[in-house]
């Protein structure tokens, strides 16, 4: 994969990006934004959970009906999920029908309602490390960082699941808590 990618309209991208346009959407308005709130960031822990071992493409496409299924990720309303709940969703072709991570959504879900209003925020927020240099390619961004293995290895302490470290890395760079746009890149 080349570092960087021109979109139809002329605009070096990330070249993860390729030629997707729902990837072109994601990189362009998301990615890399930084994102706050509780139940935005429940949503975005969610759903790289639920990514682990598959494309993030893939998650993208099941978003709107993730969202619809697991009521916008409000964790109040999640963490009443029950066993039917956990049926119901297993039986959804579409999302990713994984039951530990189903259960995990429900049990996070249940750790951040016992959570004071924005503490989630404030947690997550408190391991973004301070801007270093733009990667110049892939090859310098890395899949795991000392900030998102403290980000998992606290989130486990307080009981949450599927919040490893190179999944917290991928959180911190969708929500903005780290810039790994490449140099080049029109979002850079």
Known sequence: MTSLIAGPDLRDRCGWVGDDAEYRRYHD??????LHGDRA??????????QAGLSWITILRKRPRFREVFAGFEPER?????????ERLMADAGIIRNRAKIE?????????????????????????PASGPRPASFADVPA????????????????????????MYALMQS??????????????
């Not at 795991?144 to 190179?166: D, I, N, Q, W």
């Not at 903005?176 to 029109?186: A, E, I, P, R, Y």
């Open 29 to 34: 308005e998301e990615w890399g934004t930084p």
């Open 104 to 128: 995990a959504t429900i049990g996070n879900a249940r750790i951040v309602r016992s959570m004071a209003d924005g503490e989630l925020d404030e947690l997550m927020w408190a391991f973004a």
């Open 175 to 188: 929500a903005g808590m780290v810039d790994d746009h490449v140099v080049g890149c029109w979002r850079a």
């Open 144 to 167: 795991v960082t000392p900030e998102s293995t403290a980000m998992s290895k606290e989130l486990r302490r307080r009981g949450f699941r599927f919040v490893g470290p190179t999944t």
């Open 41 to 50: 960031l429940f949503e975005k822990m969610a759903l790289e959970g639920f």
């Open 78 to 86: 999640v963490a009443e999920f029950d066993r039917s709940d956990v």
